[in-house]
């Protein structure tokens, strides 16, 4: 069996009408026995009937930019990410980050270190979204550039790239 910690969102506090959590600052590397747990989740879901995800991206003033709707109910396992990013959650997710599993209820804005492989849980629907700098020309050259499990990813399952722009200078 497979244990994922489980810890509530920490602080929240009222800014005007919306409610904002301020669970954590900094998504860390996680060590290889995190990643490897995130590997054992990763091969019990594949043996569960999947839901097909769309990814959105955009190329565009040096960054590449991919979101992904998590609808409630569905865990997910992300690719092991190679770059630094930033990672914005906005929904209600469960998010193991490596030593512990931590709930983001609204919106969060995060800074997500190379060395990642994480594990989600959506008790809402959850857009994630994850953007790094890149001289990527093609979402294929970025998703290569942040992961080598470029190959597992959801995007490259769908019959065509969806939402793709390229706005990037060649």
Avoid at 64 to 83: D, E, F, M, N, S
Wanted: hydrophobic share 45%.
């Amino acid at each position: 069996m497979i244990e994922i910690p489980m810890v509530q969102a920490a602080t929240s506090f009222n800014y005007g009408e919306q409610q904002l959590a301020a669970a954590r600052q900094h998504v860390r590397a996680m060590a290889p026995e995190a990643v490897q747990s995130v590997r054992d989740l990763e091969a019990l879901t594949e043996q569960l009937p999947q839901v097909d995800i769309a990814t959105d991206h955009v190329l565009h003033a040096g960054t590449y930019t991919r979101t992904i709707t998590i609808p409630a109910g569905v865990v997910l396992t992300g690719a092991l990410i190679r770059v630094d990013t930033v990672l914005v959650i906005n929904g209600d997710v469960a998010v193991f980050m490596g030593d512990e599993t931590i709930r983001l209820a609204g919106y969060h804005v995060l800074q997500a270190s190379a060395g990642r492989k994480q594990a989600f849980y959506a008790h809402g629907d959850t857009q994630v979204t994850m953007i790094f700098a890149t001289a990527a020309t093609s979402v294929e050259q970025a998703e290569n550039e942040f992961t080598n499990e470029a190959d597992r990813l959801l995007s490259r399952r769908q019959p065509e790239i969806q939402g793709e722009e390229l706005c990037q200078e060649q």
